[in-house]
């Protein structure tokens, strides 16, 4: 099945460690995006990626690194200078901005950081 | 820049109640309107889509009209299930590329 997979699906962190959230998706997408999820503020764009070795910072891209080296792979590196990092991080992609419906997101399943 | 409003949640309803959950937005230009859901522990899923004013998109029994006059994008379901609970988002993508803005989400609970 075609589909977005996010690993670990939970992570926990000491202060001052850098950590790497895996997403890989088998969708044939262009466009690759995080998001962070907190109670009571929706997703916020962390950083997004619409063709490889190409990406844009997002709204809140402060304390966090990206690469995008194959098409079907996009981590997303949460640096120690990250201040509150404890969070539900969600990849997506979507097919290209050239494409019908290019619009329409693809989720994976999340995975909750916990910095402790 | 462009934003979206929701409602607060949580909603709670009773299966097989009518529900409305309210969203407004400001944009430039025709942006394309989206609903998403949650289901607990999940990532997001499209539930529908409107692009262009007096769309109706519609899913599940889910629908919602895209109304310019007003900027909104009103969820509804005449009948509220119990495997319905979940968070709902509303989310626009304006102008050029594919960045979508998020609503802050409203949780759903349906009871028996």
């Known amino acids: 099945d075609g589909g977005i997979t996010q690993s670990p699906k939970y992570l926990f962190r000491k202060e001052g460690q850098n950590v790497t959230l895996s997403c890989e998706q088998n969708?044939?997408?262009?466009?690759m995006y995080w998001y962070r999820q907190d109670p009571g503020q929706g997703l916020r764009l962390i950083y997004y990626s619409q063709i490889v070795n190409d990406f844009q910072k997002g709204d809140i891209a402060e304390g966090y690194s990206v690469s995008r080296e194959k098409k079907e792979s996009f981590p997303l590196t949460v640096t120690s200078a990250q201040k509150n990092p404890t969070a539900f991080y969600l990849c997506?992609?979507?097919?290209?901005?050239?494409?019908?419906?290019?619009?329409?997101?693809?989720f994976g399943a999340g995975s909750r950081l916990t910095v402790l | 820049g462009d934003s979206v409003t929701q409602m607060e949640g949580p909603v709670t309803l009773s299966e097989e109640a009518f529900l409305t959950i309210n969203c407004t937005y400001t944009a430039t230009g025709y942006p394309s309107l989206f609903w998403y859901v949650q289901y607990p522990g999940e990532g997001l899923q499209l539930l529908l889509k409107?692009?262009?004013?007096?769309d109706k998109g519609s899913n599940k029994g889910f629908e919602a009209t895209y109304r310019k006059e007003t900027t909104s994008f009103h969820l509804e379901k005449g009948s509220v299930q119990v495997s319905d609970s979940a968070v709902y988002f509303c989310a626009l993508r304006a102008g050029g590329g594919n960045k979508l803005t998020f609503g802050t989400g409203t949780q759903l609970k349906v009871e028996l």
């Open positions: 409107a692009t262009k004013a007096d």
């Open positions: 997506a992609s979507s097919p290209g901005t050239q494409v019908s419906g290019a619009n329409v997101l693809t």
């Open positions: 969708l044939n997408h262009d466009a």
